[in-house]
T-cell receptor, first 106, second 114 residues
Framework: KNEVEQSPQNLTAQEGEFITINCSYS?????LHWLQQHPGGGIVSLFM???GKKKHGRLIATINIQEKHSSLHITASHPRDSAVYIC????????FGAGTRLTVKP | ETGVTQSPTHLIKTRGQQVTLRCSSQ?????VSWYQQALGQGPQFIFQ???????GRGNFPPRFSGLQFPNYSSELNVNALELDDSALYLC?????????????FGEGSRLTVL
């Protein structure tokens, strides 16, 4: 079993919908990252969390350390949000989820 | 634009050959980490360099090695290439070797081993 599990694996939404991507992990961590990867490969760091909640524009990330769970929310989704979203946890190294492929249709 | 550049962007090698991938970190960042991402999978941590020394390694064999230079740029070397080494190789730079700071990723080097 992977130490970092994401759900769903694939997600298709209509423009404007509210989107939630979940990440569960089974190990102790010092921080959790949400990353965005567009076709072609480059990765952009969206959030780094060690507790609570962070918001940036239409993106919100939350983490519950006790439950070992984090969520990434996208409000008013747009086709340009289409990408793979990856959860990664920091210990003395980095462990990554397999990613959630999001497609937002106009 | 993260300020982290990787070269080459694409390359093709044959089994048994050796490859060197390069990464220039963002200005002021003293830590570089390398990742392997096979098609359709999440990245896997290879190793991290802090101030020219390796200070963390994932589950990769010794034929994966690296260097960090005084200007904090870095190289990933892979010897005796195998077909399964075909992947996107990503580097990331940060200010902090303890993985508590933000990571800035390059665009990656896509390696195909035939």
């Amino acid at each position: 079993k992977n130490e970092v599990e994401q759900s769903p694996q694939n997600l298709t939404a209509q423009e404007g919908e509210f989107i939630t991507i979940n990440c569960s992990y089974s190990v102790g961590i010092s921080a959790l990252h949400w990353l965005q990867q567009h076709p072609g490969g480059g990765i952009v760091s969206l959030f780094m969390l060690s507790s609570g909640k962070k918001k940036h524009g239409r993106l919100i990330a939350t983490i519950n350390i006790q439950e070992k769970h984090s969520s990434l929310h996208i409000t008013a989704s747009h086709p340009r949000d289409s990408a793979v979203y990856i959860c990664a946890v920091r210990r003395n190294d980095m462990r990554f989820g397999a990613g959630t492929r999001l497609t937002v249709k106009p | 634009e993260t300020g982290v550049t990787q070269s080459p962007t694409h390359l093709i090698k044959t089994r048994g050959q050796q490859v060197t991938l390069r990464c220039s970190s963002q200005s002021g960042h003293n830590t570089v980490s390398w990742y392997q991402q096979a098609l359709g999978q999440g990245p896997q941590f290879i190793f991290q360099y802090y101030r020219e020394e390796e200070n963390g390694r994932g589950n990769f064999p010794p034929r994966f090695s690296g260097l960090q230079f005084p200007n904090y740029s870095s190289e990933l070397n892979v010897n005796a290439l195998e077909l399964d080494d075909s992947a996107l190789y990503l580097c990331a730079s940060s200010l902090d070797r303890e993985f508590t700071g933000e990571l800035f990723f390059g665009e990656g080097s896509r390696l195909t081993v035939l």
